[in-house]
Structure formats: structure tokens, C-alpha cells
């Protein structure tokens, strides 16, 4: 081997830790993501406390488990909470440093959410429509100002304990449908989930093109 290619390769090695590393501090600033994984077990997700830990603990495989991670998921009945009012003031952006919304209500008005910026923890793409198989459906629970519903119809599959019977509202991370209306192009709030479980299952949501994805924000 000559002592150029040797050269060369002992270039390239010495420059793998400061590629890990500024990547790895860019995900450091993270303060939103796409869950990289859901709970398995449909719109089941422990409730809210059991969606924030696995925001955690996303977000700590990811080097940003310093912050303090919400998920976007709103809940009805006595006491229920609206999804904008958990996840802190803004603003936010996902693992490549691009800002996805400067506060709440730039992110729930003309915000910069779209396929190539609702990245995972990982920095990484989620399946959107015409993918195989697609996810874009995200779990939400919520109306399109953030709020919760009201207790009539179930839109949170129990509060986030059920992966049977129930229906979960969920939005589009890649902002497209079958039709060109604003809830298809919606990111939190396009069509209740259904299927032939019952609505809550994780098949139930791999049939109308999720997989169990909710959104993650840090409050601070």
C-alpha cells in the first residue's frame, strides 16, 4: 500500500469523531421530533406520563436527554388538557437546527412542518404518503388549534390507554391526503383513527397509514 492511500485513510479516520461529535451537538439543541418508535401497543401509550417517557427516553439515546420532553397529545373528559398547553412557549427545531415554529401560535398557524423537517430524534425521515408503508399519520388527540375535545367522541382512544375499542384524532407530518382540504393537509388534526380492531390497535393505525408516531417537544 502505498504511503499516499495510507495517509489518506488516517485523514478520513481522524475526521470520524469530529463528524459524531457535531452531529451529535446539533441533536443536543434539538427541542422537536417525530417519535422514532411508538408504544406497540397501538394508541396504548401509558397515558400521558408513559407518551412523556418515552419522549425521555428518545431524547436521551439522542444526546438531548437533558431537557425536559413533552409529548403533543391532548386528553378529554374531567381534567383534560390540550396538547399546546404542554410543550412550553417555543422556539423549536428539529435535529438538523432547522425551526420548525418561533412560538405556539406561528406552530399552530403557518408553521414549518413538512416531511423533510418532521425528523425523528434521529434526524431522520418519516415514511409519508406514497411511501411503503406509510406513517404520517401522528397521533394528536387534538383539534387544530392544539385544544382537547369535548368528551362526546372518544379522539384519544381512552386518554392514551386503550388499543381496542376507540378512535384517535391524528394529523399529517407530510401535510398531504387524499384530498386538497386543510384537514388533509393538516400535521395535528386530519381524521379520527379506525380500523378492524376497533380503532386503537397498532394494526388498527397501520391500516390508515400510521405506525403509533407522536410528536415531542421540549418544554425547557
Not at 42 to 54: E, M, S
Not at 84 to 112: C, F, M, Y
Not at 160 to 180: C, E, I, N, P, T
Request: glycine share 14%.
Amino acid at each position: 500500500m502505498s504511503s499516499r492511500i495510507v495517509l489518506a485513510i488516517s485523514f478520513a479516520l481522524a475526521l470520524l469523531p469530529f463528524f459524531g461529535s457535531a452531529a451529535h451537538a446539533q441533536q443536543s439543541g434539538m427541542t422537536f421530533f417525530v417519535t422514532s418508535a411508538g408504544s406497540g401497543k397501538g394508541a396504548d401509550l401509558g397515558g400521558l406520563a408513559g407518551a412523556d417517557k418515552q419522549c425521555q427516553m428518545l431524547a436521551q439515546a439522542a444526546g438531548a436527554g437533558a431537557k425536559t420532553w413533552h409529548a403533543y397529545l391532548s386528553t378529554q373528559g374531567p381534567g383534560a388538557v390540550n396538547a399546546r398547553d404542554r410543550i412550553g412557549s417555543g422556539p423549536w427545531q428539529n435535529a438538523k437546527g432547522t425551526v420548525i415554529a418561533k412560538n405556539l401560535a406561528e406552530l399552530h398557524g403557518a408553521n414549518n412542518l413538512s416531511k423533510q423537517t418532521a425528523l425523528t430524534e434521529k434526524g431522520e425521515t418519516v415514511n409519508g404518503r406514497g411511501d411503503t408503508p406509510t406513517m404520517h399519520d401522528i397521533l394528536t388527540g387534538s383539534q387544530p388549534d392544539g385544544t382537547a375535545f369535548a368528551a362526546a367522541e372518544d379522539r384519544t382512544c381512552g386518554n392514551w390507554s386503550k388499543s381496542s375499542q376507540g378512535s384517535a384524532m391524528v394529523g399529517h407530518h407530510d401535510r398531504q391526503g387524499l384530498r386538497d382540504d386543510d384537514a388533509s393537509k393538516s400535521w395535528n388534526s386530519s381524521h379520527p383513527s379506525r380500523g378492524p380492531d376497533g380503532g386503537c390497535s397498532q394494526n388498527d393505525l397501520k391500516s390508515t397509514g400510521g405506525n403509533g408516531f407522536f410528536y415531542c417537544f421540549a418544554i425547557k
